[in-house]
């Protein structure tokens, strides 16, 4: 156990197993860093950034450079540095998105990251540029589903070429 700000919801772990990520979902949001012991998979805090708003989803994209979230309550998609050292830096870009982002996830191959909107029924398609960290709007930039489905979760297919969407309503 470790005492963290209240309340703590998702978390992610970085790509190479060294640091954990909390984000702390109060006022003002916080990413709370942990560099994990491998040993004993105990965690040490390093340290605290800001965050865009509250977040029910975080993922660092495949270099564990950037940290991608999306906000339910904030209609948004965002992405904050990660430094060498695990601490998370201050939101480099925010961009309004559509009701209820609920999930956010990068591709296998790291250069499209996908949104599910659980209020608009939409999966926002974005191109990913890990280099700077850019969220780019895709072609198309949306999947409209049925509505009324829900879509909350995704995951990606091993091989890449399937986004698999778990909806809530149906």
Sequence with gaps: RFKAGKPVMPLAVSPDRRYLVAAVRS????AWSFRIDR?????????TGPLAESLPYIAFDATGRWLLGASYGGNLACVNPVGGDGRV???????????NAHAIRPDGTNRFVFVPHLG???VFQFRFDDKTGRL???TPPLVQL????????LVISPDNR???VLTELT
């Design 120 to 122: 608009t029924d939409q």
């Design 146 to 153: 049925e509505a009324g489905c829900g879509p909350r979760h």
């Design 162 to 164: 399937f986004v698999y």
């Design 89 to 99: 830096g201050a939101p480099l870009q925010v961009i309004p998105t559509a009701r």
């Design 39 to 47: 040993a004993r998979g105990a965690l040490e805090l390093i340290g």
């Design 27 to 30: 006022n003002p949001p916080q």
């Design 136 to 138: 780019a709007a895709n």
